[in-house]
């Protein structure tokens, strides 16, 4: 889906099959592995999108379907925490979604972390244009309150940015709420947000905490889509990027956001394995 960088035959075609050997195997054991910067760097932004691009491919190989994309790194007090000054972006599959379910399967996670966010449904390509701000609203169908749970296949989430960009955006799986709101019905970057855990507040933010506005992480999103030769399309899934801080889940916990004024999304993590 993405764009490669790299070249054949030479050394960063042997850092790429490092790295997705080391996330895959991660992924399939359940157990973390040792960061990937080791042998891409801490600053190659490009390799490290390199080995997201063969991951998801592999992953498409077995049959998974791509529904969008996710944006990370979208809180300037992350960015400062991993020394970077952009965001960062990640593949949402079908599979990832588990709205439907009564709880979500503890089991598929190794190091699981929840942050509430706005997720938007395009009702057009953006492809074409200045893909500004303006553009992206009008591309949007509607909104939904969002719960991602994030993951990391990197043993205790010692990740610098090019750690995360080859783990997918440290992308896990996501929950949609039922309701949906159009965005002449309200402002994304005047929402606010409170995040329950066992009924106790455990995070809370605003609109304005992702890039300045939402719609500017949409904006970013489409651009740098885009570029890589993959533009956003009618139908896609984008989710935000957190409101607020994110926090650490444990089988048996129950999350609640509050997004106002779009409204409440809730899911359990299962006490077992499914």
């Known amino acids: 889906m993405l764009a490669s960088t790299a070249g054949s035959g030479n050394s960063k075609d042997l850092s790429i099959a490092d790295a997705v050997a080391r996330l895959s195997g991660a992924e399939r ?3 973390p592995a040792a960061p990937v910067r080791d042998v891409l760097g801490d600053t190659d932004i490009a390799l490290a999108y390199a080995v997201q691009q063969e991951l998801v491919r592999q992953r498409e190989d077995r049959g998974a379907v791509p529904v969008g994309r996710k944006i990370g790194l979208t809180s300037p007090a992350v960015q400062r925490q ?3 000054d952009q965001p960062d972006f990640g593949v949402l599959f079908a599979d990832m979604d588990v709205s439907g379910r009564a709880e979500i399967p503890s089991g598929r996670l190794l190091q699981p972390r ?3 966010e706005i997720a938007f449904v395009l009702a057009e390509d953006l492809a074409d244009g200045e893909l500004d701000t303006a553009q992206v609203r009008a591309a949007v169908d509607y909104a939904v309150p969002a719960l991602e749970i994030v993951d990391s296949r990197i043993t205790g989430w010692d990740i610098a940015i090019t750690d995360t960009i080859a783990d997918n955006a440290s992308s896990g799986l996501f929950v949609l709420a039922d309701r949906r709101l159009p965005l002449d ?3 994304p970057r005047d929402t606010t947000m409170r995040l329950y855990a066992d009924d106790e507040l455990v995070s809370e ?4 905490a992702c890039l300045g506005d939402p719609l500017a992480a949409l904006a970013w999103l489409a651009r740098t889509a885009r570029s890589f030769g993959d533009p956003l399309r009618a139908g896609q899934i984008v989710l935000s990027g957190a409101l607020g801080p994110l926090v650490p ?3 048996g916990m129950r999350f609640r956001a509050e997004i106002d004024p779009l409204g409440e999304v809730t899911t359990t993590f299962s006490e077992g394995s499914e």
């Open 249 to 251: 889940a444990k089988p």
């Open 29 to 31: 054991t359940g157990t």
């Open 82 to 84: 991993m020394g970077v």
């Open 114 to 116: 929840v942050e509430a």
């Open 185 to 187: 019905e309200f402002e």
């Open 205 to 208: 933010g605003s609109g304005a």
